[in-house]
């Protein structure tokens, strides 16, 4: 029998039967009236999410999709931009910049601490010049489970003329982020993390700050031209492009459930999460990657046991009790595995998750008191 798997990784994330139902519907002309005001309600609920009055604009591509928008609508080559590099996404930023010619200034931090804003504001005062034209950085660091401070990052910016560029991918929705009120000029998210849908959808708001450095920007863009979106959503409610269609309707419905949960919920959902997770994590001698001053609310990553490998932890996960958990990418795959608990969970896959790995690491020969983490988790439950 193949017996239900338990995603607990930090995306692509369980979808809601309520969206599996939508998903499952007929196709529908995406050139339609009805199509474009399905559009035209997810851009404003997404807004709402976002914390933002700026444009917001849907692109039909992974979250890495609307990164490459976020570097090719506003950097020319040549241009110089900042990057905060804490982690493997983080370095993504980097890697698509070089990609369009820009010169880029990498401040590299250790993986599994925050950003440090004294860093980016050493290197914005010495630019004199004001040749920096783009500082990037990322909301939640999934590779190592650190939620970076954004509001200090952007202070240490200042009145500088560059603008704020933030991935939020992992982050959009169970952390908090105010677009507007922390003046962040591009904010990019995808559709498999917190909006509980497959890959394959992307957003991305846009200050008028942005929009100025665009009409300069002599990077080329087709498909992820953003005036392109943009002239297309404000002539006709629409895209420019076919879009995933399906997708967007399935969104409105996840959209609705988050709506109905209520976003201060939803986030206070994941705050609670995280404290099981770790809680449990501890009650096994085990050590999470992050102090708890900055622990992601999405995924929790943990140093594996000396003498364990983490893929045979993952495996044994998986394989033998269905919970799909993940190791650690880049330079720490070898040194830690992650827990995401992000979108679609419930405290039942908390439990689970925390039995099995009880299991697994017992099994493997690490010395368990097997129920030690699952009452911790209880004892969390049960204080509500």
């Known amino acids: 029998m193949n017996e239900k798997q338990i995603l607990m990784i930090p995306g692509p994330t369980s979808i809601p039967q309520r969206v599996m139902n939508v998903l499952g519907n ?37 979250g890495t999709g609307s990164m490459e928008a976020a570097v090719c609508n506003f950097v020319s080559p040549g241009d110089k931009v900042v990057v905060m590099e804490n982690g493997y996404f983080s370095n993504r930023w980097a890697n698509i910049n070089r990609v369009f010619g820009a010169e880029v200034q990498v401040i590299e931090g250790a993986w599994g601490v925050p950003a440090d804003p004294k860093a980016l504001a050493d290197v914005i005062a ?22 970076h401070d954004i509001p200090a990052l952007r202070n240490a910016c200042g009145d500088h003329p560059a603008i704020f560029v933030v991935d939020a991918i992992s982050g959009m929705g169970v952390v908090p982020l ?53 002239k297309e959503y404000d002539d006709k409610s629409s895209t420019p492009y076919t879009p995933a269609a399906n997708l967007i309707s399935g969104l409105q419905e996840s959209l609705l459930m988050l709506e109905e949960e209520g976003l201060e919920n939803v986030q206070a959902r994941h705050r609670s999460y995280r404290s099981m997770i770790r809680a449990a994590v501890k009650a096994l001698g085990l050590t999470p990657l992050a102090d708890d001053a900055y622990a992601s609310t999405a995924v929790t990553a943990v140093v594996k046991p000396e003498g364990l490998q983490v893929k045979k932890i993952v ?10 958990i993940v190791g650690g990418q880049g330079k720490s795959s070898e040194d830690i595995f992650r827990i995401g608990h992000l979108g679609y969970v419930t405290k039942s896959d908390i439990l689970a998750t925390v039995a099995s790995l009880e299991m697994t690491l017992t ?4 010395p368990c008191a097997l129920g030690k983490g699952v ?4 004892e969390i439950m049960l204080k509500g």
Not at 204 to 219: R, T
Not at 315 to 324: A, E, G, L, R, S
Not at 363 to 366: K, S
Request: overall charge positive; glycine content about 4%; charged content about 25%.
């Open 363 to 366: 099994e493997l020969g690490y």
């Open 126 to 147: 010495a630019d004199k010049d004001k040749r920096v034209k783009a500082v990037f950085v990322t909301l939640n660091e999934t590779s190592t489970g650190v939620t």
């Open 178 to 230: 105010e677009t507007d009120a922390w003046k962040l000029d591009v904010v990019v998210s995808g559709s498999q993390k917190a909006f509980m849908l497959p890959p394959g959808l992307s957003f991305i708001s846009v200050s008028p700050k942005a929009w100025a450095l665009h009409k300069e920007c002599k990077s080329p863009s087709f498909y992820f031209s953003l005036s392109a979106a943009k």
């Open 375 to 378: 009452a911790a988790v209880q």
């Open 315 to 324: 495996n044994t996960m998986k394989d033998k009790y269905n919970i799909v």
């Open 26 to 62: 007929p196709a529908m002309g995406h050139r339609t009236d009805e199509f474009s005001a399905i559009i035209k309600d997810v851009t404003e609920k997404l807004k709402k999410i976002y914390r933002t009055e700026n444009d917001l604009l849907l692109l039909s591509a992974s």
